[in-house]
């Protein structure tokens, strides 16, 4: 777990300046990513009796265009649809967006501001997954 912190620490915390728990969320099944020997990406999925929620998706900055996100993104899916979840939920930081919809999710909601950063709802149903990530194969 020392992985995970490390990179949600160094990308929401310090480089986004978002409040995060210090520790992960005990409830959340995290999955990593790595480059070779180095941990590059992290993302958490929690199912709370009633819906899946997808949360603190993280790059590291030197990372980033290589297609962490969309694996981590996709795998934290495949774990909650083997689950049987029919449906995950996202607050998706703006910047975000465009991944989260090459994915598959959907807008649910209205734009919101927090931590002086824009969020906006989004939802993937089950029978929504794109299964391309568009990266040429």
């Not at 409830?27 to 819906?51: K, N, P, Q, R």
């Not at 998706?92 to 919101?112: H, I």
Request: hydrophobic content about 40%; proline content about 3%; glycine content about 8%.
């Amino acid at each position: 777990m020392q992985q995970v912190t490390d990179i949600r620490n160094a990308v929401l915390g310090q480089e986004l300046q978002l409040s995060i728990k210090e520790e992960p969320d005990a409830f959340c099944m995290y999955a990593l990513a790595y480059e070779g020997e180095t941990a590059v990406a992290t993302g958490g999925i929690s199912f709370d009796g009633e819906s899946y929620q997808m949360k603190e998706v993280a790059v590291l900055p030197k990372f980033r265009r290589k297609k962490y996100g969309d694996f981590i993104v996709r795998l934290l899916i495949d774990k909650a649809m083997m689950s049987g979840a029919q449906m995950i939920n996202a607050d998706v930081l703006q910047e975000a967006v465009p991944l989260f919809e090459t994915v598959g999710f959907t807008t649910s909601g209205e734009l919101y501001e927090k931590d002086g950063k824009q969020w906006l709802p989004m939802q993937l149903q089950a029978g929504s997954i794109h299964k391309c990530c568009n990266c040429g194969h």
